[in-house]
């Protein structure tokens, strides 16, 4: 069974300050790996995927995350945040022969002080 | 133009009603899903529809019916609606290619109250 494990459920930062998100996975098959962010009382978008190649994905406002397979992690990172990314942020996992299922994580709240 | 519409935004309903939640996707996609994410913001999968057939069913109570009368809908109709079920749910859709997954496309969700 797969799982996901955010390690941080609040994360403080002063704006412009870097910020990384933890995201650690458990799977027994490859995976593919996506972060998605949810602003206050709108859906879910999709921030960066990664399904294959290159371990540092790069995705949209920023963020980048590094796909680390033997330490099963993919975290997410940005050098300098900004207010507007005050948001809900989930990494969520998936593979292949699983009808695209994805088990997320339990969600890290960023919030972005001036 | 929305890619994954739902209606409604907003359900307040007593305990016991019966209500539906309706999904469209105008993306061409062939695979829609369900997803409930409860007050603590935990998101789960509750059903996939492939091509209109049922492809995931998650432990839910079968109080919860999906229909999808085309790839491009996917309607939720729950029965004897009780407290447990106020949540947000969100409709999503993506195009599976035959080498893995691809993203999945969220709606803006639907909030439901059961009072």
């Known amino acids: 069974a797969q799982s996901v494990t955010q390690l941080d459920s609040q994360v403080p930062v002063f704006e412009e300050a870097p910020v990384e998100l933890r995201c650690n996975y458990s799977?027994?098959?490859?995976?593919?790996l996506f972060w998605y962010v949810q602003y206050p009382n709108q859906g879910l978008q999709l921030l960066l995927k990664y399904l294959s190649g290159s371990t540092l994905v790069k995705g949209i406002n920023g963020f980048e995350a590094e796909f680390n397979k033997s330490q099963t992690s993919f975290h997410l990172r940005k050098p300098s945040v900004q207010i507007r990314d005050t948001a809900e942020y989930f990494c969520?996992?998936?593979?292949?022969?699983?009808?695209?299922?994805?088990?997320f994580g339990q969600g890290t709240t960023l919030q972005v002080k001036p | 133009d929305t890619a994954v519409s739902q209606t409604p935004k907003y359900l307040v309903t007593q305990m016991g009603n019966d209500k539906s939640i309706k999904c469209e996707q105008n993306?061409?996609?062939?695979?829609m899903y369900w997803y409930k994410q409860d007050s603590k913001k935990f998101l789960k999968i509750m059903f996939s529809y492939n091509n209109k057939e049922l492809i995931i069913n998650e432990t839910v109570p079968n109080r919860f019916s999906p229909k999808s009368p085309d790839k491009a809908h996917l309607n939720l109709h729950i029965n004897s609606l009780e407290l447990g079920d106020s949540a947000v749910y969100f409709c999503a859709s993506s195009q599976v290619p035959s080498g893995g997954p691809n993203e999945q496309f969220f709606g803006p969700g639907t909030r439901l109250t059961v009072l």
């Open positions: 969520a996992v998936t593979s292949s022969g699983n009808t695209g299922k994805l088990i």
């Open positions: 993306l061409g996609h062939d695979t």
């Open positions: 799977s027994s098959v490859s995976v593919y």
